[in-house]
């Protein structure tokens, strides 16, 4: 992929490449007089903004200055010019959990509730199938030269994350961080041994940073000590119904609903700060979640199912909700329905 980025260089109106992310699939950011640019690329089928002969390209963001679409014509006719010689075969297999450095750790995006974003992991073990993380993923182990993996199979973990961290922190303004913005979940099994999200979040202490963790797993609760020594930390769970056998058969591999509930009690009871994510949302009685909810969080977030059309046969039988319904449901009861509000910090 480094040769993809390598082609971005040089570009007109004083913008440069500056960071290839392939968290969460494959992002080029630019940065410039006019503010950062990103360009992404997967495998999808359908038009994006432009394609190279086999990805599909889109932009962030979405309105541009006159100069910033001279750079992105540019970049992009960079793009399609390299995309025949560039395609890697894929390689031998890999194990389940991979040990990889990364050249950066903190990220931002607009589309972030928060002002930076942490994936100590990229994979998750969880393995959700409906989660619209496994779709990007394959395409970057695809357009990296990788054997495939089932999703839910495979983890990269970034074991030199907290040192890459530390150095980050000295560099840019303190504000709160997002763990677990939709490629990884930061409580991972391999979690327990490598300690990375824990690291981080120690690191984020020592530099005046807030955190936010959101999580299908208990052992969230393991770190709570280190959470308390962070300025205004959240901590979050996904529940996006209140039926606990419902919840069982789509998130088999994620905490019992009694389980996410006893971390929100936890959370509150050690002085944390919490929220839900109710996504992909499909309660069987809207009314019946928030009122679940409403006394153990200070805000949710509710989102529709992504990628409806490869993962929708796996709510066969499931009505999916919509998302403005269940969010009036919770106003209805007084919970604020911007995370961004509660989980956004300056000190
Ligand atoms: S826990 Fe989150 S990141 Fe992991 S598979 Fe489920 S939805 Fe995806």
């Known amino acids: 992929m480094q040769a993809w980025a390598a082609a971005l260089a040089p570009l007109p109106h004083g913008y440069a490449f ?10 080029f950011e630019l940065h410039g007089p006019d503010g950062p ?26 309105a541009l200055t006159a100069r910033q679409r001279q750079v992105l014509a540019h970049a992009v006719a960079r793009l399609q010019a390299l995309d025949d010689g560039l395609w890697p075969t894929p390689g031998e297999a890999e194990p389940a959990v991979r040990h990889v450095r990364a050249d ?33 993923a394959d395409d970057v182990r695809a357009l990296d030269g990788r054997a495939p993996r089932p999703w839910g199979a495979w983890i990269d973990a970034k074991v030199d994350a907290p040192e890459v961290l530390a150095r980050e922190v000295q560099t840019v ?10 490629i990884t979940d930061p409580y991972v099994g391999v979690e ?103 006394c153990r969080v200070d805000a949710v977030r509710v989102d529709g199912l992504h990628e409806a059309g490869r993962v929708g046969h796996l709510f066969q039988g499931v009505e ?12 209805a009861l007084g919970v604020p329905t911007d995370l961004e509000a509660v989980l956004r910090f300056s000190n």
């Open 192 to 294: 327990r041994r490598l300690e990375l999200t824990r690291s981080c979040l120690q690191v984020l202490a020592t530099a005046g940073f807030s955190a936010a963790v959101l999580t299908r797993s208990s052992l969230v609760l393991r770190d709570f000590d280190a959470l308390a020594q962070l300025p205004a930390a959240a901590v979050g769970v996904s529940l996006p119904t209140e039926d606990p056998q419902l919840l069982e058969r789509i998130e088999p591999r994620g905490a019992t609903q009694a389980e996410r509930l006893a971390i929100l009690d936890s959370a509150r009871a050690a002085g944390l700060r919490t929220f839900a994510v109710v996504q992909p949302a499909y309660p069987r009685n809207a009314s019946a979640l928030a009122e679940l909810l409403a």
């Open 173 to 182: 303004r303190p504000g709160s961080v997002c763990f677990s913005p939709v």
């Open 37 to 62: 640019l990103w360009i992404e690329a997967d495998l999808a089928p359908d038009p994006g903004f432009a394609r190279t002969r086999r990805l599909r390209l889109t932009h962030q963001p979405h």
């Open 18 to 27: 500056f960071a290839l992310d392939l968290d969460q699939g494959v992002s």
């Open 320 to 331: 999916l909700a919509d998302p403005a319904e269940v969010e009036r449901a919770f106003t």
């Open 104 to 136: 950066r750790v903190l990220v931002t995006s607009p589309n972030l509730p928060t002002d930076y974003a942490i994936n100590p992991y990229i994979g998750c073990t969880i393995g959700c199938q409906f989660c619209n993380a496994r779709f990007r």
